[in-house]
């Protein structure tokens, strides 16, 4: 992976929050999503099965109504002996009264011999009626039907004939209720409904949703301990979880445990390693430079590098197990000034400053790892500079994550800079390669800026060498934090 790409990777680092996102991928989210739909759904099936329901029986309420004035009516009206209808129905209701009304009734002839009209003060003008062929009567010679009232409402007529004497005179008799009321009534019922039930969802749905954020509290409990475990505050997961989740807390400290002993096996390991090959290598280059000649010298030479090559890939095997591991930290600024306190102690004659951030930097790895990768640095610049070595320390700049303390930062940044001769940008891939010196003229082995960039790629960090505003070199280390 190329430098630019691990600096994008780890800004991209600092600016994600630790905290579960609620997003399509939250449980949370999906919990809650479900059940506001099926909520949404149970209230569509109330409302549709309620209205439902209101109208119905308001329909049959409706009919009865107009059944019931209708048999009132047909009592309440006879005929004289000259044929014509006579009476004086009262429905008991005032809207019969009220001209235009939308409710009516009216009694006309249906037989020879049968003459006049009787009819409600509120009909004002004939209303029309579909023929018998439209709408036919029923056995029982009834029937009904809408129609189109005086003022355009829609009416629900109900209308029968009946035999008024024994001579089988016979009058026909209508009744007509505003079913535009009805339906108004209705809509009114249902706009009604539609509010409450709205508000009583709304409510549902927040309280659900608030049920579930507490249900899933444990989760979050398990995040900040794991949290707590990977910075180092922590050896395991503790506190009480609930049933379902005790078991995996228990699992997951067994891991835990079993990373431990795993890293800790590997290190005792490196460290025999280390150990059995220290005494014939030494043998081999004391033999060396005893038999002296090219052989001996080649000999000595060989052993050296073996030894070199060994301590380089044990401290990567080294470095590779702590990268892993869940348990180190080590303070930033505590460490600096004491290396730089000593470094100008050894330099006198060069110029060495330090800045330091006012939030406090934890570096994700040990502490000799971070005092070998900041010892190479700054022997470097002491060695090139030519009166001043300048050493800041900063947090990167992004998002804060709000799982530790106020300040707590996820990148933090290293920088070394001298006035000395510096590196060409040409030459700086040059100078990060091992044994690779590019002025033979100064002692060293070439192998300080390879160790560093070893370190600093075990951790996945970053390191870039640029030009200083001082004139010489500026050594830039790009390096995880803990929160």
């Known amino acids: 992976m190329s430098r630019r790409r691990k600096a994008e990777s780890l800004k991209q680092t600092a600016r994600t929050p630790l905290s579960l996102r609620f997003g399509p991928r939250s449980l949370a989210f999906r919990v809650i999503a479900f059940s506001t ?14 209205t439902t329901l209101y109208r119905q029986a308001n329909e049959r309420g409706f009919d009865s109504l107009l059944s019931a004035h209708l048999f009132n009516l047909i009592g309440s009206v006879g005929v004289s002996e000259g044929g014509s209808l006579t009476g004086a129905p009262d429905l008991g209701d005032l809207r019969f009264s009220e001209p235009k009304s939308g409710w009516y009734w009216s009694v006309e002839p249906a037989s020879e011999g049968v003459s006049g009209e009787l009819h409600s003060s509120s009909m004002t003008k004939a209303i029309l009626s579909p023929s018998v062929a439209e709408v036919p009567f029923n056995a029982s010679f009834q029937r009904s039907y809408t129609t189109e009232g005086i003022d355009g409402e829609e009416l629900e007529v109900f209308e029968s004939e009946f035999v008024l004497d024994a ?6 008799f209508r009744v007509m209720g ?11 019922f249902q ?12 409510g549902m749905i927040a309280i659900n949703a608030i049920a579930i954020l507490l249900g899933l509290q444990p989760l979050r409990r398990v995040r900040d301990a794991l949290a707590m475990v990977r910075e180092g505050t922590a050896q395991k997961l503790d506190g009480r979880f ?20 795993i890293v800790e096996r590997s290190r005792t390991q490196v460290g025999n390693l280390a150990h059995s090959l220290k005494t014939p290598l030494a043998v081999l280059i004391n033999e060396g430079r005893a038999l002296g000649g090219a052989k001996g010298q080649l000999i000595a030479e060989q052993a050296a590098s073996m030894q070199k090559q060994i301590d380089h890939y044990l401290q990567r ?28 102690k050894l330099n006198p004659q060069t110029d060495l400053s330090l800045s330091l951030p006012a939030v406090d930097i934890v570096f994700a790895g040990e502490r000799e790892d971070l005092e070998e990768l900041l010892g190479n640095l700054l022997d470097n610049a002491m ?8 050493v800041s320390v900063a947090p990167i700049p992004g998002k804060k994550t709000g799982a530790g303390k106020e300040g707590a930062v996820n990148l933090f940044e290293i920088s070394i800079e001298d006035d000395g001769p510096g590196i060409p940008e040409d030459k700086a891939r040059e100078a990060l390669k091992r044994g690779r010196r590019l002025d033979e003229t100064r ?41």
């Open 383 to 390: 060695k090139w500079a030519r009166s001043a070595v300048a």
């Open 37 to 50: 739909v099926w909520a949404i759904l149970t209230l569509i099936v109330i409302f549709t099965l309620i």
């Open 443 to 483: 002692p060293g082995t070439g192998l300080g800026l390879a160790i560093v960039a070893d370190l600093v790629n075990e951790y996945g960090g970053v390191l870039a060498l640029e030009r200083s505003s001082m004139g010489g070199l500026k050594a830039v280390v790009r390096m995880r934090s803990l929160h």
């Open 167 to 172: 001579k089988n005179r016979a009058a026909r």
């Open 178 to 188: 505003n079913r535009t009321e009805l339906e108004q009534e209705i809509s009114a």
């Open 242 to 261: 609930p049933a379902e989740i005790e078991p995996l807390a228990n699992e997951t400290n067994a891991l835990i445990e079993n990373n431990k002993r």
């Open 317 to 344: 095997a080294r470095v590779a197990a702590q990268r892993d591991s869940v348990v180190y930290r080590t303070p930033v600024a505590p460490l600096v000034q004491r290396m730089v306190r000593v470094l100008q």
């Open 191 to 202: 706009r009604r409904l539609l509010t409450y039930l709205s508000l009583f969802g709304v």
